[in-house]
């Protein structure tokens, strides 16, 4: 089975300033998804970026990139230019392709990682 | 285009008593999607269903809980009887189909539940 790992309960930024949240995974397949998912309080959960394993290419969604390091297993965010809409819980997420799950498709979550940004 | 719907937004039982709760998908999506968030994890999923076949239910506990998708849009999942340590949120999600790297999960605002 595969498990997501986020070792960072809390973080904080200041406004306009970098951070970086980290995740680690632990899967035995070559291929599948990764996700970052944002959480704001009391309102629904989005996706904020996406990344499938047998791209190298890091993905970029705007102010988000990540850092994907397939032989380390890990998946960092950065989140650049921070905002205080920024501020929510991050998850990461693990999804394995269709071709090996049949048509399952469920979603594996980390424990999350609070993010608060100050002016 | 309206997202997930659920309701209600929060429920407050007694242990043993029974619980509903409903979820609207997004229009046009043929997969929907149930998960459970207690507090200080992340979300884990009960079941999964195409239309209104259960695709994954292997983390449902079929004791207690159950889950119907009768026309292939709304959805219903029911716990009888609540015992305390379901006190979470029960999250709602769709997609338009299953599998597939481009295939989002949309998610409802969910239900918090608090059993006493």
């Known amino acids: 089975a595969q498990t997501v790992t986020q070792s960072q309960p809390e973080m904080s930024v200041q406004e306009a300033e970098t951070v970086t949240l980290s995740c680690t995974y632990d899967t035995s397949e070559s291929d599948y998804y990764l996700f970052w998912y944002k959480q704001p309080p009391s309102r629904q959960m989005i996706l904020v970026i996406r990344?499938?394993?047998?791209?190298?290419q890091n993905a970029t969604e705007n102010r988000f990139s990540v850092n994907f390091q397939k032989a380390a297993k890990s998946f960092s965010l950065k989140i650049s230019d921070s905002q205080l809409g920024d501020a929510a819980m991050y998850f990461c997420a693990y999804r394995s392709p269709s071709h090996l799950t049949g048509t399952a498709s469920k979603l594996t979550f980390g424990t999350g990682t609070r993010l608060q940004v100050t002016l | 285009e309206a997202g997930v719907a659920q309701s209600p937004r929060y429920k407050i039982i007694e242990k043993r008593q029974s619980v509903a709760f409903w979820c609207n998908p997004i229009s046009g999506h043929a997969t929907l999607y149930w998960y459970q968030q207690i507090l200080g994890q992340g979300p884990k999923l009960l079941i999964q269903f195409q239309n209104n076949g259960v695709v994954d239910d292997s983390q449902l506990p079929k004791d207690r809980f159950s889950a119907e998708r009768l026309k292939g849009v709304d959805s219903t999942l029911k716990i009888q009887p609540a015992k305390l340590e379901d006190s979470a949120v029960y999250l709602c999600?769709?997609?338009?189909?299953?599998?597939?790297?481009?295939?989002?999960?949309?998610f409802g605002p969910g239900t918090r539940l608090t059993v006493l």
């Open positions: 990344q499938e394993a047998y791209k190298q």
């Open positions: 999600a769709s997609s338009f189909t299953q599998g597939g790297y481009y295939n989002e999960q949309f």
